[in-house]
């Protein structure tokens, strides 16, 4: 039986390095396929999308791990986001994972719990920005078309982690 443990405790390593390994690959690529679709990629939030991918088919180590490290290896192999933004993004990412297992713990609702999760995070991280950087900074990341891609976003992503953890709760029983 202990045996059996450790195949599992290995199986799910090594799940997650995988994934983590994708995730980053995928933030390493994402300024290259923005470049080859001529589409702005950051309208989605590539790191979001890791994340919530993450928190669906990973451990909750893993998605904290991918939220701390994404925003550093993007800005280690394309130079952005600048240090301060990176820091303000890695914070944002990290809170996201700490307020949706708080949220999902109060109410057990996935969607609530990553819509608000999602939409709070924001929140915290436009007031920094409002706090380190200029107005004009700060309209730059807020325009309309943007706000509306990521409102539309976070519905899908929300979406997206409702279904993924039901039909893992489901494929359990």
Do not use: D
């Amino acid at each position: 039986m202990k045996h059996i443990a450790t195949l599992s405790g290995s199986k799910e390593l090594l799940k997650n390095l995988l994934f983590g390994f994708a995730a980053i690959l995928f933030i390493v690529l994402a300024p290259a396929l923005a470049h080859l679709a001529n589409f702005p990629i950051y309208y989605i939030e590539p790191m979001r999308l890791m994340l919530i991918l993450a928190l669906a088919h990973t451990q909750k180590a893993n998605a904290y791990a991918l939220a701390l490290s994404l925003p550093l290896v993007s800005f280690l192999f394309s130079g952005h986001p600048e240090v301060v933004k990176m820091l303000i993004i890695t914070a944002e990412l990290t809170l996201n994972v700490w307020l949706f297992y708080f949220i999902f713990k109060k109410t057990s609702r996935t969607f609530i719990s990553i819509f608000l999760s999602i939409i709070l995070s924001k929140m915290f991280c436009y007031s920094l920005y409002l706090v380190f950087f200029s107005w004009a900074f700060f309209m730059s990341e807020t325009q309309t078309v943007f706000l509306i891609s990521q409102l539309i976003a976070t519905t899908l992503f929300s979406v997206y982690l409702y279904w993924a953890m039901n039909h893992k709760l489901s494929a359990k029983k």
